[in-house]
Every structure is written in C-alpha cells, then in structure tokens.
C-alpha cells in the first residue's frame, strides 16, 4: 500500500503569492491533518478533517485554509504569503479514535523569497 | 503551543550503548505517542501509549509513561548507526490534535 502522499516535495514562492500543497492519505483513512514545522522546533497544528469537515483548527491567521475531497485527499491554501511561512509542511493521515498513531508523508518544504 | 518539553535537548551516544530520552507535558491526555525523524523530512510514528498504561515495548523500544508526574520515558536498546534522528514526543489531549515538544536530537557514534 502506498504511504501518505504530498506534492510538491519542494516550493519556492514570493512574498504575498498563493500556495496550494496537496495530500493523499492512505487508502482507507478517513483523516487528514496539517501541521507545520520550522527548522529547529517540532511540529505545530494547522487542521484537521475527518469525513470532509473540519475537527479541528490550530492557532493559525486565516490566511491558512484547507479542505477534503471525497477520495479523502486534500489541499492547504496559504495566502498572502510570509517570510515566517517558510517551513516544513507536513500532512497526516489516521483511523478514527485514540487507539491510533499517525501516518506523515515527507513532507513540503516551502520557501517564502 | 508546545505541550512537551524533550530532555536532553541533544544526546550522543557510542554505538551499542543505551539512549534515554525524557518528555513531559501540561495537560490531561488520551495517549502519549513517540516519533522520529530523519533530516527534516517526514515523522516516523514508533509507539503509543494510552493514558492507562504504564509501560510499553516494541522491539527495541521502551516506552514509560507516569501520568501523576506528568512525564514519558523513550528507551532505545543497543543502539545502531541508523537510530541517528531526532525523536519527538506528541500528546494528544483532544482526539484531533498532536501537542508536540522541541525534540531531542540523537547522534549514534560508529
């Protein structure tokens, strides 16, 4: 089976562009979640969703925004980009319940220039 | 905001050697999970521990949890070259969040 997905792998933007990173889950996960993570610290949370609705929203502007699809994948948007936007992106997928770890893709490494 | 707080901060160790790395954290929670990661790329989940146990192993890991002390334990036996990553403790407290710490980064030398 194939792990958790995310394209690109890579991304160089300008201040005030737009991004859209992209994430499969693994077949049969219901839920994605986002984090981002600057170099030096770990993780922090952006979302989640389960089942197409957001479960969750971190302590990020709205500038972040993300949604599901019905095959369960899904985009983040971040607008109006910042230099601090430069970071890790990283995506999650899970079965339902506290039972469960989590599965992350390798992540995006976004540039803001 | 970051619940948990890895110690060491770094750690170096001679291959073969035992590795001991310490978390703690602020709040009730649901499960405490350990991961690793290698280069800045994607975490590697390694094992979860419910708030009711207190004890858990998987192959060469050990995993502690004191609940009352608020405080985990990853114990990584015979270490090898490979185990060079940095591990990061996570709780997670509301069933959609992971809380993570600063990390502890672990250089196994040859």
């Known amino acids: 089976d194939a792990g958790v997905t995310q394209s690109p792998t890579h991304l160089i933007k300008t201040r005030g562009q737009q991004v859209t990173l992209r994430c499969s889950p693994i077949?049969?996960?219901?839920?994605v979640s986002w984090y981002q993570q600057v170099l030096g610290q770990g993780p922090q949370f952006i979302f989640q969703?389960?089942?197409?609705?957001?479960?969750g929203r971190g302590n990020f502007p709205d500038r972040f925004s993300a949604r599901q699809f019905p095959n369960y994948s899904s985009e983040l948007n971040v607008n109006a980009l910042l230099l601090g936007d430069s970071a890790l992106y990283l995506c999650?997928?899970?079965?339902?319940?506290?039972?469960?770890?989590?599965?992350f893709g390798s992540g995006t490494r976004l540039t803001v220039v | 905001s970051q619940q948990g707080e890895e110690d060491p901060q770094a750690l170096s160790i001679q291959e073969g050697e035992n590795a001991t790395m310490n978390c703690s954290y602020k709040t009730s929670i649901n499960n405490l999970q350990w991961y690793r990661q290698n280069s800045g790329r994607g975490l590697v989940h390694l094992i979860l521990?419910?708030?009711n146990e207190r004890e858990k192993h998987s192959g060469r890991l050990r995993v502690t949890l004191d609940t009352s002390k608020k405080s985990s334990s990853l114990l990584i036996t015979a270490s090898r070259a490979a185990d060079t990553a940095s591990y990061f403790c996570?709780?997670?407290?509301?069933?959609?969040?992971?809380?993570w710490g600063a990390g502890t980064k672990l250089i196994i030398k040859p």
């Open positions: 969703y389960y089942e197409k609705e957001e479960r």
């Open positions: 077949s049969g996960h219901k839920s």
């Open positions: 521990i419910r708030s």
């Open positions: 996570a709780t997670d407290e509301s069933n959609y969040q992971l809380i």
């Open positions: 999650a997928s899970s079965l339902p319940g506290i039972n469960y770890g989590y599965t």
